[in-house]
């Protein structure tokens, strides 16, 4: 997957770099600074994925994701952000982003974003807490139940879940292949009842102190 990074700190420019070229399949074609930047850079690579920060100087990140949906419509664009509140969010999915990611997010979080928003899904991180947004629904109440059935190498696998942890880590945690922990991903999924990774990394996330 090419992916762009739009962010106008170059420290943070070079550590999400370092992030996402961790994930298996990814490379970072391109960096940029600023919002004007950001649609030369997508016009010149033709990113798969756009990770672009909000605040930045100059045009906003949100008049950059209204022209990067006109000038390079393939390209899916995830929002980073320090905002976590309703009105942000549904601006950013109003304007055709495919995903937001609030800037604390875990790790993993920004690897589910990026392949959900390459696959023409949507993605918010589990802080935001919008109801409205997402059509919510209350956590299921036999989810800590159907944890303590799961066999020992699948619930290792939520407990690094829980943690943080990206596929390709919990791969080399484990001495497994990446291809594995997608299969024990997948039946997770289907034992705890998760419709997608958004609901998978939001039950490892809520029930981490108790695994």
Known sequence: ?????????????????????SFDD???????A???????????HHPEAVLLDL?????????????????CPDSAVVIMS???????????????ASGFVVKEAAPAELEIALRAAA???TYLSPQVSAPQLRGNRPDKPDARTAVDTLPPRQREILVLLGKGR?????AGDLGISGKTVE???ARLMETLGCRNSVELLRTALRLHDEL
Do not use: N, W, Y
């Open 119 to 121: 696959a023409g899904r």
């Open 26 to 32: 990814m490379q970072v074609v391109a960096e940029a």
């Open 82 to 96: 320090m905002h976590d509140d309703a009105t942000h969010v549904r601006e950013a999915l109003a304007r055709g």
């Open 34 to 44: 600023s919002a004007d930047e950001a649609v030369i850079r997508a016009r010149e």
């Open 183 to 185: 299969t024990h991903r």
């Open 166 to 170: 990206t596929t390709k880590q919990i």
């Open 55 to 71: 605040s930045m100087p100059g045009r906003s990140g949100f008049e950059a994701l209204d022209e990067l949906r006109r000038v």
């Open 1 to 21: 997957m090419r992916v762009l990074i739009c962010d106008d700190h170059t420290l943070i420019r070079a550590g999400l770099r370092r992030l996402v070229e």
